[in-house]
């Protein structure tokens, strides 16, 4: 017997694999089997085979959540059958159907000896500064860390984005690519070719873990906010296992080894970290640091206006002309 | 290797046609590759299709074989109709130019091909094919892959590959014309003393007249898809029925001349300032007029120049050709130049003028422009 | 006689796979003129809203994009694959020509990814060349090679280099060498003797390489997907991205199609421009 | 032969310009193969220190091994397939005449102009509306479809080749058709059916972007999992890979020349 | 064509040689294709060599093109040392056996090529493509292109392509071994007309020794890349050095004999049983014991049999030729069959024992086995 779980290839499957899952073994004999894949293309494939759902258990982004959520491709949560939701942070708990399993920040990562001297990224607006011109990256699958800054910097909420257009415009020169998945970002950064990057905290610091002198900034606007869930697939036949991996995943020691490994921020209040992790900027631990670090877009707004944004970056933004 | 007056023919022969054809044709997309055709060919019978190049003997041989389906007409190999029959089931042997030998089999399995298609026994096939190859004396090289071979073993082994089969007509395309002088020369021997050993009905393809006129027992002289002469060497040699066969098959000399009297054996007629008697061999020769006369160039000879009777004629040149010479003459009754041979030391030189005497029997008058080609 | 064995049980199999073609094809055409319905992956009436789509400037960059690489590939791959052809053909020692051949066939079967990779890992900003070119101190800054046309260019023209060098060389080795002979005893040096006449009676093989270059590079997808890395789009990147990451499979396929019935007018203008040419110049034989 | 300047200028630039070119041709490869020795994740040239990790990585890594179970199971049924279809279409084709052959061979070789990725979008499309799903057996369809004409071209250039003279003597001597295809047709046929295999199996094998548009994580191909690969870790796992990659195919060409000599396989003699 | 004795030089030619070959030899991938050759071939001469296939004729040729560089030796032409010299700049013109004409060009364009490289104004080289064409006949296709030509058309331009540069030598590479018998023979006159007319150095390359001995002014006979025997056609048909040419050039009857006696111009020996007296044509004559005699079969005749100092023979068949039929008669005294022509009528029959007179001035005597070949 195994449990299936649908998740983001690469080190993140790694990550749930040597963490959450071994746990899960541990506790139930059960292997667990991974399919892998892009956010969105899991999201319609899971759509394909409503009526034969291929995973138990599904891990996306809170936003992209709200989608199963919406379409009815996740159960609801009997929170009574995962005794470690009691724990959790409440920026954790996106929907009925959808928690929380580690949470991370899009910020500024940069090569020191790459920007001009002595730039430190203590605001977002730094990145527009035109010294900088060339030498940004930002992924090109999820542009709303940089739409809703820029709101910010302009006094507009969210929901009024379109106010800040110029101030996105602005940007554009300061562009030199758009990377596609994280493996992207993390070369794109380890080869100099662009210092600077709207970037995962967590990749940023796989990259110091490999030498690369990378410093991570947490602007006084706050880091933008994500949160990695999961979710029961509907019409699983394979419920109860489903749970017990949910609880398995809130684990407090289990908490504490993903952000030792990933240096993700526990969702969990009851995790126990080392302080030099603890310390971190990026991973938050009290209820202070959830509050004042944090720039938290909506998640269902982020999920309804994703493809707009989607469609106006790649049209004005990413397109050369 | 072939006597005019007698074909091998053994004793017990059944005296029906090996092979009728009646009014075979073949058109390709249109254009007439062999108009229909009527011929019987004898029981153990040697006959050579001669002609030029694209004339239409590969398609009447591939006919016989049932290669190619015929447009008209019906064939029969031993009295049985085998239009419908499909190649497989007419029991012929064939011989290409190119040998084609099997090159993934050896020597033996390429002979054994048709006893085992045959389901013979294994010790019978293996019996036949040493038979087969002691015939064509290569007994020894059984094992050998065709590559291993020289072109003139390869041949016998594509002799002794359709012989095995006893099949009930042998078909060769060419067969030597990719061998050298010396080799080629051996084969049409060997090939000839099989044939005649075994009284076996030869259709044999060539367009080389020296083969055609040394193998066979008759030949069938083609041009543009038709046959123009059929009989035997010296038949077809000495008495050409028309201008094409006469110049097609040994050399000619074409004299312009004028038909001034004919009886049934002789016929008076003048070339130039020369009058001359003769006796053809035809039997119905044209009507008085413009005529043109051939003759063979041995049967002519040089004279001094002025002689009474001969036709003035001056020496073009002369082409040394080791045991003769060549001697091309310009000449105004001709329509081309006249050749005569003569031993190589006595070759007059270039310029000289010289009498050409025809013979008084033996020559043809043929209607002028009567042929084309 | 059985005029025509095996003609049904030999050509059944084909006749399924071309079904299947024909099939997809339809497939295609018939999804171009659907409406997309976002969230639903079943498409929605006909329209022909996907093709005014189309006319968006980044589907018309994506097509300038993809001419402008199939024509510098095309052209760059030729001077570098004619004179490697002839080398391959001419060289005068038989191990010289086994090692030309094989040093130009081994990629072909390497397949798009792990040559791409390898070109990313040379013309990467810490890349080989710029590596090599700061340590020697010719540049001190690096050159852009990713991300830029020039970039997947390279990669590109390394992509199908192999098989334009393959058909070069066999349009080359089937040119006489007695013609090139002739041109030398008539008094022509060797430039000469190669403008003339090996040059000429190639022609033929340069229209059947480049039109394959055409094809391929079209056809491309990892190359400028990974080096173009978003800033070069092409239509094969584009329909990757519409089909895959929004599941716009209508759009999708109008895109495909549009670029198909584009393939087609560009190889048949190609062809009888060079039927034109090659009756000026003639052919081998 | 004493040389002009000119002759040498033509010498010593064509040589040069040839090792320039060969070298254009190696570089990738030689630099992937330094760089798989790299021992950290992040490029340098030249690397500052060396390791064996990303080999041992690459081997133990199961998207890779799954992959190449995945690529070698679909490159020998699809080459199959393609083989039976192909060598069928290429005798038809070069031996009958019958209607709407001219129309079904363009459909067959139509894979050599339309770009691989409308043809992996087309039966994507084919089979969700049928709704069938993402098996093995469509992404084996896909490559047959695509390798399909190299097989019928190369067949079908052994078929030109062929001299009917032996089909014509094996049935004089008694064979029939079947017996005529069997002992002499296929047999002198093999080196165009060796290399129309080869070409399918190798081309199948490498096939990436028709592939990425059928498979699904179970049916991922080899190139797919290496693509994956790319886009999830930026290591350099794949040098590695590319090296082993590398250097059998290399092997492989060099055994295939050895028995076929590739000049005449690919007819550039 | 040929006259022995008045190769036709004409009249200011310089009288050093026009091409001088010194101990040039080559070799492919350590097998000889050449041995090293001294050759002298004098102003305006036709030379032609003769040799069975991969003899190296070819590889001479491309020496003398300076298509191939030689492993030794040195090369003159006109007292040039041409040896380090490329092709382009030897001054050469080359006719090949598939023609090379420039398919891409018109018939024109092809003939000028050759001025066009000397950088011949455009007048002058359209008066002289046309003076070329016209000599060769094809002044009105001008403006065609190769392919719309015949065989023996595309020979022709390939000749004026050659000839319009004024060669110091012209090479022909079996030249017309495409074409068939009557066109070859019509070139054949052609080519050696235009020759003569034009006092060209020619080298000529051929296996066929009719072409050869009927075209050249001396003939160089090769076997394995050695020359064996150069000199004139008479010389080479009526006096080979060596059994190789004996049997290469011409029909040639061996027998084996015994050498008792030997003056400076007479030898006895015996043959079987026959004792006999001759005056070979060979200066050295070989040490008494087994020799090989040698004799053309028109030196030889045919009697009755028992006619003394014959030799007996059988016959063993008789072949057709049309104008003559040869008569195979099998020997004790010889190697291999014996071969005598008679008049077509005159052919005894098969299994007729008969004698064969030997010529008593003129045949050669070969030590035994001296020869491979
Ligand atoms: N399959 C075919 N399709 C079209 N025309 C053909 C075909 N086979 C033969 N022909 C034509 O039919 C005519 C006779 O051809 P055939 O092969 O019988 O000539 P042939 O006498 O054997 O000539 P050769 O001596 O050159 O072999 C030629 O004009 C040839 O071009
Ligand atoms: N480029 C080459 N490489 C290797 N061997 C060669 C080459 N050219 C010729 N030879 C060999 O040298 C020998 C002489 O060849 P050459 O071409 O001179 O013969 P040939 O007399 O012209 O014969 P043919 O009448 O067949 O044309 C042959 O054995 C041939 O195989
Ligand atoms: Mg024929
Ligand atoms: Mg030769």
Not at chain 2, 17 to 25: C, E, Y
Not at chain 2, 310 to 337: M, W
Not at chain 4, 83 to 99: D, K, P, T
Request: aromatic content about 10%; overall charge negative; charged content about 15%.
């Amino acid at each position: 017997e195994t449990l299936t779980v649908s998740s983001w290839g690469g080190s993140f499957r790694d990550l749930i694999d040597e963490t959450i899952a071994a746990k899960f073994t541990e506790e139930t004999g059960v292997e667990v089997e991974f399919i892998t894949g892009g956010t969105i293309d899991r999201l319609n494939q899971a759509k394909l085979s409503r009526d034969t759902p291929e995973s138990d258990v599904t891990f996306t982004t809170s936003h992209i959540g709200w989608l199963y959520t919406n379409d009815g491709l996740f159960e609801e949560l009997d929170m009574s059958k995962i005794p470690n939701a009691a724990n959790l942070v409440e920026q954790a708990i996106i929907s009925p159907s959808h928690i929380g399993a580690w949470a991370y920040v899009y910020t500024i990562g940069y090569l020191p000896e790459a920007v001009p001297e002595g730039m430190t990224f203590e605001s977002w607006n730094d990145l527009w500064s035109p010294e900088l011109e060339g030498k940004i990256a930002a992924p090109d699958f999820d542009p709303s860390h940089i739409i809703s800054v820029a709101a910010k910097l302009e006094g507009y909420e969210v929901e009024d984005w379109m106010q800040a257009s110029d101030k996105l415009m602005a940007l554009k020169p300061n562009f030199k690519a758009f990377y596609t998945n994280d493996a992207n970002s993390q070369q794109l950064l380890s080869t100099g070719e662009t210092p600077v990057q709207v970037m995962l905290s967590m990749n940023a610091y796989h990259m110091q873990s490999e030498g690369l002198d990378v410093q991570i900034a947490i602007p006084s606007e706050g880091a933008v906010l994500g949160v990695d869930t999961m979710g029961i697939t509907a019409g699983t036949d394979k419920e109860e296992l489903a749970y017990k991996f949910l609880n398995a995943a809130l684990d407090p020691e289990v908490q504490a080894k993903i952000a030792e490994i990933k240096k993700g921020s526990p969702v969990v209040s009851n995790a126990v970290l080392p302080d030099e992790i603890a310390s971190l900027p990026g991973i938050f631990t009290t209820p202070e640091q959830w509050e004042s670090e944090t720039l938290i877009i909506p998640h269902d707004l982020r999920a309804e206006k994703t493809a707009e944004w989607r469609q106006w970056f790649s049209e004005n933004m990413i397109s050369n002309n | 290797m072939s006597n005019e007056n007698s074909p091998s023919v053994p004793p017990n022969t059944p005296q029906h046609p090996a092979v009728q054809i009646d009014g075979v044709g073949k058109s390709f997309a249109g254009t007439v590759a062999l108009e229909p055709v009527w011929l019987k060919i004898r029981q153990g019978e040697f006959l050579t299709l001669l002609g030029p190049s694209g004339c239409g003997k590969t398609t009447l041989l591939n006919l016989i074989a049932g290669f190619l389906e015929a447009d008209s007409g019906e064939l029969f190999i031993n009295k049985d109709l085998v239009t419908q029959v499909p190649p497989h089931q007419r029991e012929i042997g064939i011989v290409f130019q190119n040998y084609a030998l099997f090159p993934h089999m050896t020597v033996a399995q390429n002979v054994g091909y048709g006893l085992r298609t045959r389901r013979v026994s294994k010790e019978e096939t293996a019996e036949r094919v040493r038979e087969a190859l002691a015939l064509v004396k290569l007994e020894d090289f059984a094992d050998r892959k065709p590559n291993q071979l020289s072109g003139g073993q390869q041949q016998r082994v594509a002799l002794a590959r359709a012989l095995v089969i006893r099949p009930k007509v042998l078909l060769l395309d060419e067969p030597f014309s990719a061998l050298d002088r010396n080799l080629r020369t051996a084969m049409q021997v060997e090939l000839k003393e099989i044939q005649t050993r075994l009284g076996l009905t030869t259709v044999f393809v060539t367009h080389d007249q020296s083969e055609a006129l040394s193998m066979s027992d008759r030949i069938a002289v083609m041009s543009r898809g038709q046959i123009r002469q059929i009989g035997s060497p010296t038949d077809i040699y000495d008495r050409p029925q028309n201008q094409f066969v006469s110049t097609f098959v040994g050399d000619a000399n074409l004299f312009t001349a004028t038909l001034v009297e004919r009886s049934e054996t002789t016929a008076r007629l003048t070339i130039g300032e020369t009058a001359l008697q003769l006796e053809p061999y035809q039997t119905d020769l044209p009507d008085p007029g413009p005529v043109t006369l051939f003759a063979r160039p041995e049967q002519c000879r040089l004279t001094q120049a002025g002689q009474p009777g001969t036709i003035p004629a001056t020496v073009a040149l002369t082409v040394y050709q080791g045991s003769y010479a060549e001697v091309h003459l310009d000449c105004a009754a001709a329509d081309n130049r006249v050749m005569q041979r003569v031993p190589a030391n006595e070759a007059p030189s270039r310029g000289t003028t010289v009498g050409i005497a025809l013979p008084t029997q033996g020559p043809a008058i043929y209607s002028l422009n009567g042929e084309a080609q | 006689m059985t005029k025509r064995p095996f003609l049904g049980w030999f050509a059944l199999p084909s006749v399924l796979i071309a079904f299947g073609i024909a099939a997809s094809f339809i497939a295609i055409v018939q999804y171009s003129l659907r409406a997309y319905i976002p969230g639903s992956l079943d498409p929605g009436g006909f329209t022909l809203e996907n093709f005014t789509t189309l006319w968006k400037a980044v589907y018309g960059q994506a097509f300038v994009n993809t001419v402008l690489l199939c024509f510098w590939t095309a052209i760059f791959t030729l001077l570098i694959g004619y004179p490697l052809a002839y080398a391959m053909v001419r060289a005068k020692s038989a191990k010289l020509r086994s090692a030309i051949l094989l040093i130009s066939l081994t990629p072909l079967f390497l397949g798009e990814i792990v040559r791409t990779y390898s070109w990313i890992i040379v013309l990467g900003n810490r890349g080989f060349v710029n590596a090599a070119l700061m340590q020697t101190g010719l540049i001190d800054a690096p050159i852009n090679f990713m991300f830029t046309m020039t970039g997947v260019v390279i990669a590109l023209v390394h992509f199908t280099l192999p098989i334009v060098v393959v058909m070069l060389a066999a349009a080359l080795s089937h040119i006489d060498r007695n013609l090139e002979r002739a041109a030398t005893s008539l008094g022509a040096g060797r430039v000469r003797v190669f403008a003339t006449v090996t040059l000429p009676l190639s022609i033929p093989g340069i229209v059947a390489a480049t039109s394959t270059a055409f094809a391929w590079t079209f056809s491309a997808f990892a190359t400028p997907q990974m080096i173009g890395g978003g800033k070069v789009q092409t239509i094969s990147t584009l329909v990757y991205q519409v089909g895959f990451a929004s599941f716009n499979f209508p759009l999708a396929a109008s895109l495909s199609l549009v670029g198909l019935l584009f393939t087609i007018a560009v190889l048949a203008i190609f062809n009888t421009g060079i039927r034109r040419l090659e009756k000026i110049g003639g052919h081998s034989q | 032969m004493k040389k002009s300047p000119l002759d040498h200028l033509l010498d010593w630039s064509g040589r040069i310009l040839l090792t320039l070119i060969l070298g254009f041709v190696l570089l990738p490869f030689i630099v992937v193969l330094i760089a798989s020795f790299n021992d950290s994740a992040i490029l340098s040239f030249p690397p500052k220190s060396w390791s064996l990790r990303w080999y041992a990585n690459a081997i133990e890594y199961r998207d890779f091994g799954k992959g190449l179970v995945n690529s070698l199971k679909i490159a020998a049924i699809g080459a199959t397939f393609a083989m039976i279809a192909g060598a069928g279409f290429a005798y038809v084709l070069n031996r009958y005449e019958f209607s709407l052959k001219t129309l079904l061979n363009s459909i067959l070789m139509s894979p050599l102009i339309i770009p691989n990725f409308t043809i992996g979008l087309g039966l994507l499309i084919l089979s969700t509306a049928a709704s069938l799903p993402r098996s093995i057996w469509l992404v084996i369809g896909v490559h047959v479809i695509i390798v399909l004409p190299f097989v019928v071209r190369s067949v079908y250039v052994s078929l030109q080749n062929f001299e009917r003279r032996y089909e014509q003597a094996a049935e004089s001597l008694g064979a029939a058709p079947l017996r005529v295809l069997l002992t002499i047709t296929l047999p002198l046929l093999v080196p165009g059916l060796v290399s129309g295999a080869l070409f399918a199996v190798i081309l199948s094998f490498n096939e990436f972007t028709a592939s990425l548009f059928v498979v699904n994580q179970r049916t991922q191909t080899f190139p797919v999992a290496m693509y994956n690969y790319v886009r999830e870790y930026a290591d350099p796992t794949l040098a590695a890979v590319s090296v082993i990659y590398v250097i059998v195919v290399a092997a492989l060409l060099l055994v295939v020349h050895k028995f076929f000599r590739l000049e005449k396989v690919l007819n550039v003699e």
